[in-house]
């Protein structure tokens, strides 16, 4: 029953923007810990952002600060990544990532493509 659903990738030009949405069900979304991970081909999978449950809290890895927002909807049990200023080294899938309190196990979407190119 559980799902994470990303959408909203695509091919743009340097300086572009996107935004990606990860769609949940089943999940315990309000008290789970929400981040966007990417990986490039024949590169290790890294943190983008992180929006925690409570507090308003976020973090961003330093190489999207001031670029990038995650933000999270919770009665639509969706995250977003918005993404400003798109460089081509931000080519990547990027991967939904949900850290639920109730299971203590983290839950991974399928990923979507982000391609950044002149």
């Known amino acids: 029953q559980l799902q994470l659903v990303e959408s909203g990738g695509g091919l743009v030009h340097p300086g572009g923007s996107l935004r990606l949405s990860c769609a949940t069900s089943?999940?315990?979304?309000?008290?789970?810990?929400m981040s966007w991970y990417r990986q490039a081909p024949g590169k290790e999978r890294e943190l983008v952002a992180v929006?925690?449950?409570?507090?308003?809290?976020?973090n961003y890895a330093d190489f999207v600060k001031g670029r990038f927002t995650i933000s999270r909807d919770n009665a639509k049990t969706t995250v977003y990544l918005q993404m400003n200023d798109l460089k081509p080294e931000d080519s990547a899938v990027y991967y939904c990532?949900?850290?639920?309190?109730?299971?203590?196990?983290?839950?991974w979407g399928q990923g979507t493509q982000v391609t950044v190119s002149s």
């Open positions: 990532n949900a850290a639920e309190p109730a299971s203590r196990y983290n839950y």
């Open positions: 929006s925690a449950s409570f507090g308003d809290f976020t």
């Open positions: 089943g999940l315990t979304f309000s008290t789970s810990t």
